[in-house]
């Protein structure tokens, strides 16, 4: 039987990447049957195929495989990871199905936002297949989101801190608002009265008697 090429619309990338449905040698109808509904769209009912596959042939490598695509494409990230990975544990020396199978999981960890882990996914499906140029595309991909990331990060560390400043700017402000203020009026009383002291010291000077400077007896 010949291999099916199932292919799909990333969302994220905008970009065609390929998802191979590999063959088992003998597969059974509910696989086949799997295959034919998601390649009509019907991933729901591909889903419930492939289960019914798997109960009949667990170590099925396409119905595992195919069961992370149709979980995939109902956006169940996390349940299409872990049938990926179990695709993986079916066929640990195959270089096309373990490309394959790291490059869907690094799309299912992309779009979980998981992007450090898809880019490690990436990586590990370049290592199996190094020609791959949408596995290449996609990782490039991966890695300036991660980018954007830590620079979204930084700006948000960089306004954190400006509103923590303005917040002790405000507090400060606050707290100069509530020390007693002294008033025009008051400020005018109290020069007054330092006046009025001063010129009643003064008046003082004036009433007390003049005292006689007593001469220094002189040696003629």
Same mark, same amino acid.
Request: aromatic share 8%.
């Given at each position: 039987?010949?291999?099916?090429?199932? !292919?799909w619309?990333?969302?994220?990338?905008?970009?065609?990447?390929?998802?191979?449905?590999?063959?088992a040698?003998?597969?059974?109808t509910?696989?086949? @049957?799997?295959? =034919?509904?998601? =390649?009509s769209?019907?991933?729901v009912?591909? @889903?419930? *195929?492939y289960?019914?596959?798997?109960? +009949?042939?667990?170590?099925s490598?396409?119905?595992?495989?195919?069961?992370?695509?149709?979980?995939? =494409?109902?956006k169940?990230?996390?349940?299409?990871? @872990?049938q990926?990975?179990?695709?993986?544990?079916?066929?640990p020396?195959?270089k096309? !199905?373990? *490309?394959?199978?790291?490059?869907?999981?690094?799309?299912?960890?992309?779009?979980?936002? !998981?992007?450090?882990?898809s880019?490690?996914?990436? +990586?590990?499906?370049?290592?199996?297949?190094p020609?791959?140029?949408?596995t $290449?595309?996609?990782?490039?991909?991966?890695?300036?989101?991660l +980018?954007?990331?830590?620079?979204?990060?930084? +700006?948000?560390?960089d306004?954190?801190?400006e #509103?923590?400043?303005?917040?002790?700017?405000d =507090?400060?402000?606050?707290q100069?608002?509530?020390?007693?203020?002294?008033? #025009?009026?008051?400020?005018?009383?109290?020069? @007054? *009265?330092?006046?009025?002291?001063?010129?009643?010291?003064m008046?003082?000077?004036?009433?007390?008697?003049? $005292?006689? $400077? #007593?001469?220094?007896?002189?040696?003629?």
């Amino acid at each position: 039987m010949k291999l099916f090429e199932i !292919k799909w619309q990333f969302i994220l990338f905008c970009a065609l990447i390929v998802s191979s449905t590999l063959s088992a040698q003998e597969e059974s109808t509910d696989v086949r @049957e799997g295959n =034919k509904l998601y =390649k009509s769209d019907k991933f729901v009912d591909a @889903e419930v *195929a492939y289960r019914k596959g798997l109960q +009949k042939n667990p170590k099925s490598f396409e119905g595992t495989y195919n069961l992370g695509n149709a979980l995939f =494409k109902q956006k169940k990230y996390p349940e299409a990871l @872990e049938q990926y990975k179990n695709a993986l544990a079916l066929q640990p020396t195959a270089k096309d !199905k373990i *490309a394959a199978a790291f490059h869907n999981a690094g799309n299912a960890l992309l779009s979980d936002k !998981k992007i450090e882990e898809s880019i490690n996914a990436y +990586k590990m499906a370049l290592k199996a297949n190094p020609k791959d140029d949408e596995t $290449r595309y996609n990782l490039a991909y991966a890695q300036m989101m991660l +980018k954007k990331q830590q620079q979204n990060k930084d +700006k948000d560390k960089d306004k954190e801190k400006e #509103k923590e400043q303005k917040k002790e700017q405000d =507090k400060n402000q606050q707290q100069q608002q509530q020390q007693p203020q002294m008033s #025009k009026q008051n400020a005018q009383q109290i020069l @007054e *009265a330092l006046m009025q002291d001063e010129k009643n010291t003064m008046d003082k000077k004036k009433k007390q008697p003049v $005292r006689a $400077r #007593k001469s220094a007896d002189k040696d003629w």
